[in-house]
C-alpha cells in the first residue's frame, strides 16, 4: 500500500456481507468447506452459502455452544468448518467449547462473528460483542483477525480457509468505506501502513479504521504528522511495526470499537512495552452502550476521527 | 390501574396492546413484530388478572416476578407495563430511540421495574427458578412467571434448568412457552423440531398443559392449575399465531423481525379497531 495516497473511503459492504460472499465463493473451490449457523443466515450472511450448498450447511438452531463443538467434530473429521453468529453469542455462549475443544487440542475450524461493536444499533447492548477480541485472544492456537472493509474480509475469510489451526474473524453489520483496492494483498501478522507519518502513529481496527484515516487528515491540517496503521492481525500482533512506530514516531493512539481494557489496545501496549515504551492514549469503549442508529452511537461513545484526533493532541502533549 | 378477570375486557386491552405493538415498532424502523403479537393474550392475562403486582409499588418483595425471556419480544412488554401505569404510555414511540426508556431489549438500567434485562436467548428460565428458589427460602409467596420463545429453547441451557426446576420440586415457577412455530431463520419444524414439545417436559418432571394461547378463559384456567400444582413446576405450551392480529404478518416468517412500512401499519390498524 503507498503511503500518503489520498483515501475517497467510498461506503461499500459491511464486512458480514463480505464474509458470507466470499464464503459461497469458496464454497466452490473447496469441496471440504461446510458451514453451521444458528438460527441466524440471514444475518451473518451464510445464507450465500446456504443458497448454493443446501447439504453443506448445518443450521443448528438457537443453540451456539452446540455448533462450535459441532464444528470441531467436523474439523476432526477432516472438514473445514466456518461456524458463524453474532459475536455476542458465539464468542460467549461457545467460549468453553472454543477453549477445550477447538483450542487445546489445536482444531482446524473456523468461527466468524458478526455483529460486533456497538455499530449494531437498535437492538442494543445484549447484541453487542464489545469484548470478542479479549475472548479469542485469549484462546492459545488462535489467529484473531479484526478486517476494516470488504476486501480485507474476502483476504481474511480466504485466509482462513487455507490455513490449518483454528481462525476468529470479528466482522460488523453496518456498511463501511472501502480502505482497500479489489485483491489487494495481505499478510498474516503484518499492520498495514495507511498514512506515513512522523509526530504520533493513530493504531487502529476494524470499522474505526477509517476514522482514524480521517483524523490523520485533520491533524494534517494543523501541522501534525500522523501514521495510520491497520491491524488487521490482531492475534499474532505486529510487534515489529509497532516498535518502530513507537521509535519513530514517539506516541501511539490506539483506536477500537471495542472495550478499551482488553482489546487492541492492551496489545498494543504490551508490543511497545516490549519493543520501544512510548506514550499511549486509548480510544475504545468502557461500558454497555444503548439503543440508538449506528451513527448516534458511533458518536455518543466516542468511535470518530475527532476523538482519535483529540487523543492524539493529548498523546502529543505527553510526548518528551 | 383496573385488574378484570373478565375475558371480553381483557380481550380488549389485548386489542389496545397489538395496535401500541405494531404503531411503536414502525416508529421504531425496526424491531419484532411476529413474536410480540404472538404473547399478547399471555402478557395481557397475567398482568390484569394473574400477577400478584403493583405498579405503584414496583419493588414490593413479595410480588410475583415476571421475566420476558424472548427479550426481543420487549414491544409487548412495553405495551403492557406502560397501560398498567409503570411507564409512559405517551412515548411508547421512542422505542429503539437514543435516550428513550424503551430499549431495543428489555433493560433493567432503564426501567427499574423490570426484573431482568434479556436479549440474550435462552437464559430466563434458569433466572425465574432463582427467584422461585429464593421466594421457598422466604417463605414468600412470590411466585415467578416466565416466557420463553419456542426457538429460545433449542438453548442447552432450557433443559438444564428444566431438570434442575424438577428435581428441586420448583414449584413456584410457571414457564409458558409461546410455541407459535416459527423462529429468525423460518419455521421451527425446519430449521429444529422441538416435537414432542409437551411430552419433552412431562418426561423432564414438569406439570405440563397445552393451551390456544389466544383463547382467554383457557389461559386463565391454565394459570390456576399451574397455582395449584404443588410439588411439580409448571410449563404451559401455548399454541400461538406469529404475528397474530394482522392478516399480512399471520405466521409468516419474513415478519419475525421487520418493522411495518406506515402504509402496512394504516392497514395493520384498521384490522385492530
Ligand atoms: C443466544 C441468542 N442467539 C441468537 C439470538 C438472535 N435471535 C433473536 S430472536 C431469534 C429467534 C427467536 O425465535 P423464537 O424464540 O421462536 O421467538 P419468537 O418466535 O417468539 O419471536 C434469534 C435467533 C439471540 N437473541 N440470542
Ligand atoms: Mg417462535
Redesign the pocket.
Given at each position: 500500500m503507498p503511503a500518503n495516497v489520498k483515501y475517497e473511503l467510498k461506503l461499500g459492504a459491511a464486512t458480514r456481507e463480505a464474509f458470507g460472499k466470499t464464503l459461497a465463493a469458496l464454497g466452490h473451490e473447496n469441496q471440504n468447506i461446510v458451514v453451521g449457523d444458528?438460527?441466524?443466515t440471514k444475518?451473518t450472511m451464510t445464507t450465500y452459502f446456504a443458497k448454493e450448498f443446501p447439504e453443506r450447511l448445518f443450521e443448528c438452531g438457537?443453540a451456539?455452544a452446540n455448533m462450535v463443538a459441532i464444528g470441531a467434530g467436523l474439523a476432526l473429521a477432516g472438514k473445514v468448518p466456518f461456524v458463524s453468529?453474532?459475536s455476542a453469542?458465539v464468542m460467549t455462549?461457545g467460549f468453553e467449547q472454543l477453549r477445550c475443544l477447538v483450542a487445546y487440542p489445536n482444531v482446524n475450524l473456523k468461527v466468524v462473528g458478526t455483529h460486533s461493536g456497538i455499530s449494531i444499533g437498535e437492538d442494543g447492548p445484549?447484541?453487542m460483542s464489545m469484548e470478542d477480541l479479549a475472548l479469542a485472544c485469549a484462546l492459545p492456537n488462535f489467529t484473531v483477525l479484526s478486517p476494516a472493509d470488504e476486501v480485507a474480509t474476502e483476504w481474511a475469510v480466504r485466509w482462513a480457509a487455507e490455513h490449518v489451526g483454528p481462525v476468529f474473524i470479528r466482522t460488523g453489520r453496518v456498511k463501511v468505506p472501502v480502505i482497500y483496492p479489489a485483491g489487494s494483498k495481505f499478510e498474516i501478522g503484518k499492520a498495514v501502513e495507511l498514512v506515513s507519518g512522523t509526530d504520533v502513529t493513530l493504531v487502529a481496527t476494524g470499522l474505526v479504521v477509517a476514522e482514524a484515516i480521517r483524523a490523520a487528515e485533520q491533524l494534517e491540517g494543523e501541522g501534525i504528522s500522523a501514521r495510520v496503521l491497520d491491524i488487521h492481525t490482531i492475534k499474532p500482533i505486529d510487534e515489529e511495526a509497532i516498535g518502530r512506530a513507537a521509535a519513530e514516531t514517539g506516541a501511539l493512539v490506539v483506536a477500537e470499537e471495542h472495550l478499551v481494557d482488553s482489546g487492541l489496545g492492551v496489545r498494543v501496549a504490551q508490543a511497545a512495552a516490549k519493543t520501544h515504551p512510548a506514550p499511549i492514549e486509548f480510544v475504545g469503549l468502557t461500558d454497555f452502550a444503548e439503543s440508538a442508529t449506528p451513527d448516534e452511537l458511533l458518536d455518543k461513545y466516542g468511535m470518530r476521527a475527532e476523538n482519535i484526533a483529540a487523543a492524539a493532541r493529548r498523546v502529543l502533549a505527553r510526548k518528551k | 390501574m383496573q385488574r378484570t378477570q373478565n375475558p371480553s375486557e381483557l380481550s380488549s386491552i389485548a386489542r389496545q396492546i397489538r395496535r401500541h405493538i405494531v404503531t411503536m415498532i414502525t416508529a421504531a424502523k425496526s424491531g419484532?413484530p411476529?413474536?410480540?403479537l404472538?404473547?399478547v393474550e399471555l402478557l395481557v392475562t397475567l398482568y390484569w388478572d394473574v400477577l400478584r403486582h403493583d405498579p405503584a409499588n414496583p419493588k414490593w418483595p413479595e410480588r410475583d416476578r415476571f421475566i420476558l425471556s424472548?427479550?426481543?419480544?420487549a414491544p409487548v412488554l412495553y405495551s403492557v407495563m406502560a397501560e398498567c401505569g409503570y411507564t409512559p404510555v405517551e412515548t411508547l414511540n421512542t422505542l429503539r430511540k437514543l435516550g428513550s426508556i424503551y430499549q431495543g431489549h428489555p433493560d433493567v438500567r432503564f426501567i427499574p421495574a423490570l426484573e431482568a434485562s434479556t436479549?440474550?436467548?435462552?437464559e430466563g428460565l434458569s433466572l425465574a427458578l432463582g427467584m422461585g428458589l429464593a421466594a421457598k427460602l422466604d417463605k414468600s409467596p412470590s411466585r415467578a412467571y416466565v416466557v420463553?420463545?419456542?426457538?429460545?429453547?433449542q438453548?442447552g441451557q432450557i433443559w438444564e434448568a428444566a431438570m434442575f426446576g424438577a428435581f428441586h420440586k420448583v414449584d413456584n415457577v410457571c414457564a409458558i412457552v409461546?410455541y407459535?412455530g416459527?423462529?429468525?431463520?423460518g419455521f421451527?419444524k425446519d430449521i429444529l423440531d422441538l416435537s414432542p414439545l409437551a411430552e419433552k417436559w412431562r418426561s423432564f418432571g414438569w406439570h405440563t398443559l397445552e393451551i390456544d394461547g389466544h383463547d382467554i378463559p383457557a389461559i386463565q384456567k391454565a394459570f390456576a392449575e399451574a397455582a395449584a400444582t404443588k410439588g411439580k413446576p409448571t410449563c404451559i405450551v401455548a399454541h400461538t399465531v406469529?404475528g397474530k392480529g394482522v392478516s399480512f404478518m399471520e405466521n409468516n416468517p419474513k415478519w419475525?423481525?421487520v418493522a411495518p412500512k406506515p402504509e402496512e401499519l394504516e392497514l395493520a390498524l384498521k384490522e385492530l379497531a
Open positions: 444458528a438460527d441466524l444475518s438457537i451456539e453468529s453474532f453469542f455462549k445484549s447484541q | 419484532h411476529g413474536g410480540s404472538s404473547a424472548k427479550g426481543h419480544a436479549g440474550s436467548l435462552g420463553l420463545g419456542d426457538g429460545e429453547i438453548e409461546d407459535n416459527i423462529q429468525l431463520d421451527v406469529k419475525h423481525g
